[in-house]
């Protein structure tokens, strides 16, 4: 989910994608300003919900992410 309202420029990943924790996911425009979304831990793209210019809110799931990684139990 995005910190604030805004709109996606460009989503830097496809589905199925192995990400590393860090990496820049998409990038959202802001009050005349470009934020890099970043992947909170490494793991692979499930599903992308936003495609480039995009107008989306605070409360928005862009995507989804499955850890990589052995389960916890």
């Known amino acids: 989910k995005p910190p604030m309202p805004g709109k996606v420029v460009e989503v830097k990943v ?13 990038v959202l425009e802001a009050m005349k300003m470009q934020n890099d979304l970043k ?10 919900h936003v495609t480039d210019g995009a107008n989306v809110e605070a409360a928005t799931v862009l995507m989804e992410l499955e850890p990589l990684g052995e389960p916890k139990v």
């Not at 992947?39 to 992308?48: C, D, K, N, S």
């Open 14 to 26: 496809k589905e199925g994608q192995t990400v590393a924790e860090g990496e820049v996911l998409c």
């Open 39 to 48: 992947a909170p831990m490494a793991g692979t793209v499930r599903r992308v």
